[in-house]
């Protein structure tokens, strides 16, 4: 029932004389909305969080709300293809915010100052084996190790890091970046063998007494391609290349070289081999450049770099000097299809880039594994069908992408924790969650997205993002010096403030001076505000009025 109208009075002096609440038909609540760039994150960071710290000048608080969900954020910063700013509400008032350039900010600002991450529970007694040190399986023993189980990573190279130190070229991640973000990891306690490569899981499992295994193996065989060849030709894959490349060792490919895909890692291996020596770089593709799998940004950079790119086009026959080329066209549906129109290009050597596929020989024989598609199929909790293994990564996933992996990783050691928390078997023990009530929360549950409808932009002025700095072009063309450089602290700044806090209240005192009735009090710094639904007339003016839409009317029960 609403309450009956308090007494009206006229009479000079303060305006709380008039409880006016009772002529209430809504009244304002604070929410909390989830911001766009946290719900596109594949790592599921709280970016809005690190960014508000950021803003704030506290950039050790900053790095430590961004390590709560991502061990590597100096990684992150540099290959993240950054959803966050797609997403980012900003992008329509000027430019989205430059959430990937602070985060490099803060990570490199991490290792220059020594900073580390304490292990949180250090009396937990669970043992787990990590398999492959990439991006999923280090970020899996980083929040594991986090919460005080003990791990050990097998890694069958003779270096850590996976893709992102075999797959990624330096001019993308230097190696010291990648080794300090690694070392971080292994100074909490995380045990890695490197060198380990396991050949069969099932003798792992059984031999090693852990209490729990995660594969992370990534997707490290490259697929062929079958182009007939003469014995001369000199065909090679782009994995290989890169791989080789990694350890300083550089290939021979010619003056010519064509690279054949349309992926992330083909961009990679044509300005590679502009980098060893190649004057001519092409990138020849079944299908337009709107239909290529690489990232936007991957394709502008090799194109700034002058790689030249023969979209419908497919390679034929491979010779000595020279392939033959057949045109293709799109049908209605999309797909290529041959056209019959044939010409020739010359080229030294061709890199083949069409993908990556797991290596599963090691789950042979583990029982009941659905391993359909080429990758380990797992249910919501990252288990496989075999109890007390988990997968995640590029082996069980077709998103194959440094975050995707890293959000993997954590959501892995999430469940890992119950699993072992109960026992091993999801069992009812005190204080432990079963599996069924750690299933993710239905759509209707979750926090609604802030929308660029619930800002009043026109409180927040104009600034233009920063453009982040970039190395010479000559030096991008010879050199694997590092291709995007980070912003100052001046301009971190900046970058951080432009966030508009999409659905969270940053304090702003808005609703406080407009209020007509002094309804809205303040709790103090840090702790926003609340209604004083006595005087509170419902009049609304506090959510019109509210900058980042963190205020919702709602109607009075009657």
């Not at 969900?69 to 997403?87: L, W």
């Not at 492959?132 to 280090?138: E, V």
């Not at 230097?174 to 100074?187: A, Y």
């Not at 499992?205 to 992370?216: I, S």
Request: charged share 25%.
């Amino acid at each position: 029932m609403m309450e009956r109208p308090f007494a009206i009075t006229l009479e000079v002096g303060t305006s709380r004389a008039n409880k006016t609440g009772g002529w209430r038909t809504q009244r304002p609540v604070y929410v909390d909305r989830l911001p766009p760039c946290n719900d596109a994150c594949p790592a599921g960071e709280n970016i809005q969080g690190w960014l508000y710290r950021a803003e704030e000048g506290d950039y050790e608080g900053a790095w430590r709300v961004s390590m709560e969900d991502n061990p590597m954020p100096a990684v992150m910063g540099r290959v993240c293809y950054h959803n966050c700013e797609t997403a980012c509400n900003r992008a329509n008032l000027d430019e989205a915010v430059g959430i990937n350039a602070v985060e490099r900010f803060l990570g490199d600002r991490a290792l220059t100052g020594g900073w580390r991450v304490e292990v949180e529970q250090p009396d937990l007694a669970g043992r787990v084996l990590v398999i492959g040190a990439g991006p999923s399986g280090l970020s899996a023993a980083y929040h594991l190790r986090r919460r005080g189980h003990e791990v050990t990573i097998y890694e069958a190279s003779t270096a850590s890091g996976g893709m992102m130190r075999f797959g990624i070229p330096a001019y993308r991640l230097p190696r010291n970046v990648l080794d300090g973000e690694i070392q971080r990891i292994v100074d909490m306690g995380v045990g890695i063998e490197l060198g380990h490569k396991v050949c069969d899981l099932m003798v792992e499992m059984e031999g090693g007494g852990y209490d729990a295994v995660y594969l992370a193996t990534g997707a490290e065989i490259a697929r062929n391609a079958y182009i007939p060849a003469g014995d001369s030709a000199r065909i090679l894959d782009a994995l290989s290349l890169l791989r080789t490349t990694a350890g300083m060792t550089y290939p021979q490919l010619g003056r010519s070289v064509v690279v054949y895909g349309g992926g992330n890692t083909a961009m990679d291996a044509a300005r590679t081999a502009k980098r060893l020596g190649a004057s001519e770089a092409i990138v020849v593709y079944r299908r337009t450049r709107d239909r290529m799998p690489a990232h936007d940004l991957e394709v502008e950079e090799a194109l700034e770099e002058g790689i030249k790119m023969r979209w419908l086009s497919t390679i034929k026959k491979a010779g000595a000097e020279k392939l033959l080329l057949e045109k293709m066209e799109l049908d209605a549906a999309g797909f290529p299809q041959p056209t019959g129109e044939f010409e020739e290009l010359e080229a030294d050597s061709v890199v083949l880039a069409v993908g990556e596929e797991a290596d599963l020989s090691l789950l042979q024989n583990v029982p009941g594994l659905d391993m359909s598609g080429g990758m380990v199929h797992v249910d919501s909790t990252m288990m496989t069908s075999y109890p007390g293994l988990f997968a995640g990564g590029d082996i069980s996933q077709a998103e194959r992408t440094v975050t995707a992996a890293i959000g993997n990783g954590k959501k892995a050691a999430r469940h890992i924790d119950l699993w072992l928390k109960s026992g091993g078997m999801w069992a009812r023990l005190p204080g432990a969650p079963s599996k069924e009530e750690h299933q993710p929360a239905p759509a209707g549950e979750r926090h609604r997205i802030a929308g660029w409808g619930d800002l009043n932009t026109w409180y927040y002025s104009d600034a233009p993002a920063t453009v982040r700095p970039k190395l010479d072009m000559v030096r991008r063309q010879s050199t694997f010096d590092e291709v995007v450089l980070g912003l100052d602290e001046d301009n971190a700044l900046f970058e951080a403030r432009r966030c508009l806090s999409c659905g969270n209240c940053f304090e702003c005192d808005n609703c406080y001076g407009v209020c007509p009735d002094n309804a809205v009090v303040k709790l103090g710094t840090g702790m926003r505000y609340e209604f004083d639904y006595d005087y509170c007339k419902g009049c609304g003016i506090c959510a019109a009025e509210c900058p980042c839409g963190a205020i919702e009317m709602v109607l009075e029960e009657t």
